[in-house]
């Protein structure tokens, strides 16, 4: 038992050399720095917010990839005629090899006088067919003082002819105009702008008032 009991002892009061205290500092040491950076990493992922959010809603971005949209394009042209054609909308975009506009707005100078004015919620350009389609609530203006208003209508690009299909109504020079179809194109001989109304035209003079 003597014997035992100083032999512990002795091994108590031997001092490690310094590589194993080295050792026995890193082994120590190395978890416990280890377990700061992860917990230090973790509390500061908790309070960093997204750099930037997506600048549009889900459905709007799934519809911009799935169609090509370009915002704001503008056309402008001259006719075979020589007319000056522009051509503006809010937003153009393709969809089943449609070319779909929206808030359309359009001029056409004429060159021998005169200019007309479109404007439609909605449009659909052909090119192969060289025309634009207005629709829903086109709304025509022209220098000779017309003011009308047609539930579709189709332009001409290259030759500058525009025709209302369908029913037209509005004023013009003093009247409430009604006619069943509209053509307004460029008189061969004049150059000038010219108006023609078909299919039951119905005129309704108004005098001006006077106080």
């Known amino acids: 038992m003597t014997a035992c009991g100083s032999g512990w002892s002795e091994a108590r009061g ?3 050399d310094p590589y194993s205290r080295l050792i026995l500092i890193l082994k120590i040491g190395l978890p416990l720095l280890a377990l700061g950076i992860l917990s230090t990493l973790f509390l500061l992922s908790s309070r960093i917010e997204p750099a930037g959010e997506i600048p549009f809603p ?7 990839l799935r169609s090509q949209r370009v915002s704001d394009p503008v056309y402008s042209g001259v006719t075979d005629a020589g007319d000056r054609l522009s051509f503006e909308a809010r937003s153009l975009m393709t ?14 100078d004429f ?10 919620a909605r449009g659909e350009l052909t090119f192969d067919a060289d025309k ?10 022209s220098t000779q003082g017309y003011l009308l208003t047609s539930d579709f209508m189709t332009a001409t690009l290259s030759e500058g002819h525009l025709v209302s299909p369908g029913p037209v109504s509005g004023t013009g020079r003093g009247t409430l105009l009604t006619a069943g179809r509209m053509e307004i194109r460029t008189n061969p001989e004049t150059g000038a702008a010219e108006m ?16």
């Open 58 to 64: 889900e459905d709007e971005v799934t519809e911009r």
């Open 111 to 120: 060159l021998g006088g005169g200019a007309v004015t479109l404007e439609a």
């Open 95 to 108: 969809e089943n090899d449609r070319n779909l506009a929206s808030a359309v707005f359009a001029t056409l």
């Open 14 to 16: 031997v001092s490690p």
């Open 196 to 211: 023609l109304f078909t299919d039951g035209v119905q005129l309704v003079y108004e005098p001006e008032r006077t106080e």
């Open 132 to 141: 634009v389609d207005l629709s829903e609530n086109v709304r025509i203006a």
